[in-house]
């Protein structure tokens, strides 16, 4: 017997692609501050540069192991989506928060 499926929200996908929409305008954000306090304009730790590239690797590992934990156990792809979106979207959300919190540099 194959897995089962529940088809009482059609929403899923949207839901799916809208959680992963929010990311994607958290990260322009977060690009966006990074790139000032490379130039000065916003408060940055000196650790900055160093985090933004270390992150990611243990965010894609993260992601991408999810997602094939789950497409391997036979899930729909709206749940294969969000596992693979969650621990992007869990970085995301901490840097804009954190960054946003320091604002800009006072000239």
Do not use: C
Request: aromatic share 8%.
């Amino acid at each position: 017997m194959g897995p089962s499926y529940d088809w009482s929200d059609p929403f899923r996908m949207f839901k799916a692609q809208a959680y992963i929409g929010a990311m994607a305008m958290e990260a322009g954000a977060v690009i966006w501050m990074r790139m000032l306090g490379m130039g000065g304009m916003w408060m940055v730790p000196r650790t900055e540069n160093a985090r933004m590239v270390s992150e990611k690797q243990t965010a894609f590992y993260a992601s991408g192991h999810k997602a094939m934990v789950a497409a391997m156990k036979g899930k729909p792809a709206d749940v294969i989506l969000m596992e693979a979106a969650r621990p992007l979207r869990r970085k995301t959300s901490a840097n804009h928060k954190r960054l946003t919190k320091l604002g800009p540099r006072k000239l």
